[in-house]
């Protein structure tokens, strides 16, 4: 069975479906997945193309293809086919690719064209794995996580669309542009220096000594910087030289010559490396006398502006954009009159012991290895404090689930927690949510092994999840990502149980606002005093261990509890009942916390 790629498009009413060809509107990241796709050379019999119609208000391109491209029905509606869009299309935010083969449906930009790519190397392409880079680790963080991946999935789509939408008296070009370009001016980075010096200069070297006083004459760092991730091209060329070859249509070569002629040196070396033909793909993909928006435009002025430091080789650090007077203290005194303004909100700030204890609503002895902590290769110093952490959660999702339901465990991993209840709960249906390529194959493997038929895969971030589901769970998904995953399940209207963890990694984010609750953000409790509790609250360590400073990891639970209160209480709005308790072996983590919410408010469970 083909793996099914479902890529938006605009339906305008001037789609046409000819003899040959297939014209038709579609956003921007469709129209790169369409031109990588072409560009590979893949077969539609083993990866169908299918368009799902969307209201957009974003840019659109017009786009030609052959329709021996597309799969048998590349137009799809619900009409056409309810149950085929329902269960895929529908699942994640497009542009996604539905795998039957692996039981995984894969979301988002740069993941769909990894997977394509991979699809293309391992059926005997002519492009090699160096189109991966090293390790092919090209692309392989998520957005969240990568400067890199994030500038090829979001930054580059913006900086298309803003050029696109340029007058003749626009003055600045986007920011984007700039950014590439100081990056393009960085000396060579590489995972493997000596093994490329060896190959440029065609000599061997062993040594730091040898290298400094070889690269010192003869190679040259910034000359060798070629592509965009150092001296060889890889996916992340291809995606943006699908984007730049929009902006070079718009604004001319000439423009980006005399203004980023790194980029504009970048451009010409992607394009000769192939002779062109990514260049002609794109051109007869969207044609420029389909799409008007495409035209030259001639600026009256220019203005480009180049960051003073930019590197898409650093790391992207989450920060609280705090500063001066906001900077979060971890002075005492002042940490302690903190918590005293929270002593006086209105609420019950705590948690409950566990009144389970050690009773399980499963025996272990029955469980086979794979669906056991040992299957996942834990070190056996980690066994079994992994096994009370899962038994707490799955003992929960026991007593919430009923057959048929759907459950979620958001930021899966290898799959420890999902793995588990899929194989306990064998008539429920178990998604397993990773954004990390490595982690999720092997719980693939363990379900492989296992085989269990009641398990999906989705490799994706949590914002592009959008599938429908009943009880959704997470063991230590970091920071906000918590907070994430309770909006999706209150989007949902889904029962939850979160053990949350890496308190002091909340930051504010666009659809996620600290402090959570109406009642706490009413209380008065500044933005950087919440923060400085959540801080606090990372301060929790093993209370066992003799080098364990007692009190501060008792305030920190402390503040945990502060944090989770303000989290049941937005529940609370919206028609939960929370409890608040602890993983049955406390000392199992110090991150012990466990929120507990049944959705009481005009609710059947499992109805859909």
Same mark, same amino acid.
């Given at each position: 069975m083909?793996?099914?790629?479902y890529l938006?498009?605009?339906?305008t ?8 060809? @297939?014209r038709?509107?579609?956003? !921007?990241?469709s129209?790169?997945?369409?031109s ?5 050379g893949l077969n539609p ?9 969307r ?6 391109l017009?786009?030609?293809l052959p329709t021996?491209?597309c ?8 009409s056409?086919?309810?149950? @085929? ?19 995984t449906? +894969?979301?988002g930009l740069c993941?769909v ?9 391992a059926e005997g392409?002519?492009f090699?794995?160096?189109l ?6 090209t692309l392989v963080?998520p957005a969240?996580?990568?400067l890199?991946?994030k500038?090829?999935?979001l930054?580059?789509? #913006?900086?298309v669309?803003?050029?696109?939408q340029l007058?003749?008296?626009?003055k600045? +070009?986007?920011d ?5 370009e100081?990056h ?13 010096v060896?190959?440029?200069n065609?000599?061997?070297?062993s040594s730091?000594e040898?290298?400094?006083?070889l690269?010192?004459g ?5 000359a ?6 150092? &001296?060889?091209?890889t %996916?992340?060329?291809l995606?943006?030289f ?6 070079v249509?718009? !604004?001319?070569k000439?423009l980006?010559v005399?203004?980023?002629p790194?980029?504009?040196?970048w &451009? ?6 192939d ?5 002609e793909v ?7 006398d389909?799409n008007?928006?495409?035209g030259k435009v001639q ?5 480009v502006t %180049?960051?003073?430091e ?5 790391a992207d650090?989450?920060?609280l954009?705090l500063?001066?007077?906001q900077?979060l203290t971890?002075?005492? =005194? *002042?940490?302690l *009159?903190?918590? #005293?303004?929270?002593d006086?909100?209105?609420t019950d ?9 050690d009773a ?11 669906a ?9 110093a ?17 007593? %919430?689930?009923v057959d048929g339901?759907i ?7 290898t ?6 209840i899929a194989y306990?709960l064998?008539?429920c249906?178990?998604y397993?949510l990773?954004?990390?390529?490595e982690?999720?194959? $092997? ?11 009641n398990v ?8 592009y999840f959008?599938?429908?589901?009943? +009880?959704?769970v ?9 907070? +994430?995953v309770l ?9 939850f ?10 930051y504010?984010? *666009?659809?996620? =606002?600290?402090? $959570?609750?109406?009642?706490?953000r009413?209380?008065g409790?500044?933005?950087k005093?919440?923060?400085?509790i =959540?801080?606090c609250a ?11 400073n007692?009190?501060k =990891? ?8 502060i944090i989770?209160?303000d989290?049941?209480l $937005?529940?609370?709005e !919206?028609?939960? $009942?929370?409890?608040?308790?602890r993983?049955?072996?406390?000392n199992?983590t110090?991150?012990n916390r466990?929120?507990v919410?049944?959705y009481?408010r ?5 109805a859909?």
């Amino acid at each position: 069975m083909p793996a099914k790629l479902y890529l938006n498009w605009s339906a305008t009413g001037e789609e046409e479906i000819r003899a040959h060809t @297939l014209r038709l509107h579609v956003p !921007l990241e469709s129209y790169i997945v369409l031109s990588l796709y072409r560009y590979l050379g893949l077969n539609p019999t083993n990866v169908a193309i299918h368009f799902v119609p969307r209201k957009t208000t974003a840019i659109v391109l017009s786009v030609i293809l052959p329709t021996s491209s597309c799969g048998s029905s590349p137009l799809l509606t619900k009409s056409d086919s309810p149950q @085929l869009v329902e269960e895929d299309a529908f699942f994640c935010q497009l542009p996604s690719i539905a795998v039957p083969e692996t039981g995984t449906i +894969i979301s988002g930009l740069c993941g769909v064209c990894r997977w394509l790519t991979k699809h293309h190397i391992a059926e005997g392409g002519i492009f090699s794995e160096r189109l991966l880079g090293f390790k092919g680790n090209t692309l392989v963080a998520p957005a969240d996580a990568s400067l890199w991946t994030k500038f090829c999935e979001l930054d580059a789509i #913006r900086c298309v669309e803003a050029i696109l939408q340029l007058t003749p008296d626009s003055k600045a +070009i986007p920011d984007e542009i700039g950014q590439l370009e100081r990056h393009l001016v960085q000396p060579l980075k590489s995972h493997n220096i000596f093994k490329l010096v060896n190959l440029v200069n065609n000599v061997r070297i062993s040594s730091d000594e040898e290298h400094r006083q070889l690269t010192e004459g003869k190679f040259d760092f910034q000359a060798n910087h070629r592509f965009a991730e150092g &001296y060889d091209k890889t %996916l992340a060329d291809l995606m943006l030289f699908i984007c730049f070859e929009l902006i070079v249509r718009r !604004l001319g070569k000439k423009l980006l010559v005399e203004h980023v002629p790194y980029v504009a040196g970048w &451009y010409e070396r992607v394009k000769a490396d192939d002779d062109g033909k990514l260049e002609e793909v794109c051109q007869s993909t969207a044609r420029s006398d389909e799409n008007p928006q495409l035209g030259k435009v001639q600026l009256k002025e220019v203005n480009v502006t %180049l960051p003073a430091e930019f590197s898409l080789y650093k790391a992207d650090t989450k920060k609280l954009n705090l500063k001066g007077d906001q900077i979060l203290t971890t002075n005492q =005194a *002042e940490v302690l *009159e903190i918590l #005293r303004k929270v002593d006086d909100i209105p609420t019950d700030i705590g948690s409950e012991v566990n009144s389970r204890g050690d009773a399980n609503l499963f025996d272990w002895t029955t469980v086979p290895l794979d669906a056991r902590p040992e299957g996942g290769k834990l070190p056996m110093a980690r066994i079994l404090r992994k096994r009370h952490q899962l038994e707490a959660l799955a003992n929960e999702v026991i007593e %919430l689930a009923v057959d048929g339901c759907i459950i979620v465990d958001f930021c899966s991993g290898t799959g420890h927690l999902g793995i588990l209840i899929a194989y306990l709960l064998p008539r429920c249906k178990v998604y397993l949510l990773e954004n990390k390529e490595e982690s999720q194959q $092997r719980a693939k493997d363990r379900v492989a092994r296992l085989g269990l038929t009641n398990v999906t895969f989705f490799q994706c971030n949590l914002d592009y999840f959008t599938a429908p589901f009943d +009880i959704g769970v997470s063991l230590h998904a970091c920071g906000v990502a918590t907070d +994430i995953v309770l909006e999706k399940c209150f989007a949902q209207r889904a029962h939850f149980v979160s053990c949350p963890c890496c308190y002091g990694k909340l930051y504010n984010i *666009e659809h996620i =606002a600290y402090p $959570r609750s109406r009642l706490f953000r009413e209380s008065g409790l500044q933005l950087k005093e919440y923060f400085c509790i =959540a801080h606090c609250a990372d301060q929790t360590h093993d209370l066992a261990s003799e080098r364990t400073n007692v009190a501060k =990891a008792h305030q920190g639970f402390h503040c945990m509890d502060i944090i989770d209160r303000d989290r049941a209480l $937005r529940a609370e709005e !919206l028609g939960y $009942r929370v409890r608040r308790t602890r993983l049955g072996q406390e000392n199992c983590t110090p991150k012990n916390r466990l929120l507990v919410g049944t959705y009481i408010r005009e609710r059947t469970v499992c109805a859909r």
